[in-house]
């Protein structure tokens, strides 16, 4: 579940029409991997995570479908990283609080698990 810094349950996904297209041209073996690679970061977070696209090698990594998905544009791709650690943080158990900031004039996501 995600908490925007308020409370309250954020229970749409942004850029959900983006997502479910670009998602369609994903085989379910490179979306699960990717999903299981984003849960293992998340898993590792010590409760703070900023999914940063900058710091990915797509070359050859499980990554790489995101770029080819996003028709080669690097940009897209990282929205799409993006959305699936929200997906991914979304149906997790325990709650996240999200906020966004901004760090040599680009705009960041992040997470940390909401104080119960």
Known sequence: MIKNLDGKVIKVMPHNNEYAAW??????AEFNAIADEIDKLID??????????????????????????CGGDENLSGMFYGLICWNIIQQRSEAWTFTKFEKNGKEFSMYFLAKT
């Open 23 to 28: 998602k369609k041209k994903l085989t379910a």
């Open 44 to 69: 590792t977070s010590d409760g703070k995570f900023v999914p940063s696209w900058q710091d990915i090698d797509w070359t050859g990594s499980t990554f790489k479908p995101l770029v080819t998905a």
